[in-house]
């Protein structure tokens, strides 16, 4: 087959608003993060990686995957969080013979989340929001697989922002679609860097950047910033500065106030606020 040279794109999908009673300290309503698509093709073929999960943002983002003129042939979920795969199903209908691909750690935690995750969380703060979410994924051939020619390389990241994740590298470009390994310009996701999880994303994040890649897309990401390899140590600072926190402040409201103070352009502070009340209570 001959190999063509590959390029991307990314779309990053507005975070609804959540429904529910919990608010923001200043009473406002509690966003979820904005959510990047990557759209990964050749002259012909394409592959997405982490289709977004409402009904409003798989219309777009297929709408976006059509005008790219080209074929999807793969849909690929970096980890099993809800968000970044629960669109999969309505995508394949939508364009026939896409196969999704995860590894079978990622399937795992996709049947958690498509169950008891749906149940305990996302049915209850996007009530109406979601589609169906069969968990259609097969696993990833280990070795990775080809786009028109190019190796398009599954990286296991173990538990980050969740257990079970990992990255997809394209050596030929230099990408990393590293899903919620890094964060760039976000608040991060931190309920579930309890018992050591914060010390492993750590350690997922020296792993990403020994792949020495040339763009790192970010799962969640402030759509006007660009896709520089920078976002790994910002994300590691981030992780740093929580932990810090988490042994000085006694309370929710002096963690999120002083992370607010720390990062005062980052992107929607909704999971800063509610991780602390997670990790210190009221």
Not at 216 to 228: E, M, S, T
Request: aromatic letters at 8%.
């Amino acid at each position: 087959m001959t190999t063509s040279a590959l390029s991307y794109e990314v779309f990053v999908s507005d975070g609804p608003v959540r429904a529910g009673d919990q608010r923001m300290p200043d009473g406002s309503r509690i966003h979820w993060n904005p959510i990047s698509s990557t759209l990964i093709y050749g002259a012909e073929e394409a592959l997405l990686v982490d289709p977004p999960f409402t009904h409003e943002q798989i219309s777009k983002v297929g709408d976006w995957i059509a005008q790219s003129g080209r074929r999807l042939t793969y849909i690929y979920a970096t980890h099993g969080h809800g968000d970044h795969w629960f669109g999969a199903g309505e995508l394949v209908k939508r364009f026939h013979g896409a196969v999704t691909y995860a590894t079978p750690g990622t399937i795992e935690v996709m049947h958690q989340q498509a169950t008891v995750g749906r149940s305990e969380l996302f049915d209850r703060v996007f009530p109406g929001l979601i589609p169906e979410s069969p968990v259609d994924a097969v696993p990833v051939p280990a070795e990775g697989f080809l786009l028109e020619g190019n190796l398009i390389r599954p990286v296991e990241t173990g538990h980050t922002d969740t257990d079970q994740t990992t990255v997809l590298h394209v050596p030929s470009i230099g990408l990393v679609v590293a899903g919620d390994v890094v964060y760039n310009g976000v608040h991060q996701y931190i309920v579930e860097t309890v018992d050591g999880g914060l010390r492993q994303w750590l350690d997922a994040l020296d792993r990403v950047e020994a792949l020495a890649p040339r763009a790192v897309v970010a799962g969640h990401k402030n759509r006007d910033r660009p896709d520089d390899p920078a976002s790994i140590d910002l994300t590691r600072q981030y992780l740093l500065n929580v932990e810090r926190l988490l042994a000085e402040k006694s309370t929710a409201r002096e963690f999120f106030d002083e992370m607010v103070r720390l990062y005062p352009d980052w992107v929607n502070p909704g999971p800063a606020w509610y991780g602390a009340l997670a990790l210190l209570g009221k």
